[in-house]
């Protein structure tokens, strides 16, 4: 009996754990000037493609209430050479 408690209990927080990392997936808000953002804890940045020009990029973040948002803003890409 302690060994089936043992294992539900492992499955319980294993679940809770994956629960955790995957963020449920949000609707995208492209940045305009002058956004207000509460940004808490960054999740993942998407990595900007390689062209020389201004290049979408994601930021995946949680603000202070627990949410989970997907931030859309223009960087240079990271095909430029001097």
């Given at each position: ?27 995208v ?18 990595t ?35």
């Amino acid at each position: 009996m302690s060994k089936f408690l043992f294992l539900a209990m492992s499955l319980t927080a294993s679940a809770a754990a994956f629960a955790q990392e995957a963020p449920a997936t949000s609707e995208v808000v492209h940045y305009t000037y002058g956004m207000h953002l509460d940004i808490a804890h960054v999740v993942k940045v998407t990595t900007a493609a390689n062209v020389c020009a201004p290049t979408p990029v994601q930021m995946t973040y949680k603000d202070s209430q627990g949410g989970v948002h997907v931030l859309e803003y223009d960087v240079m890409g990271e095909g430029c050479t001097n």
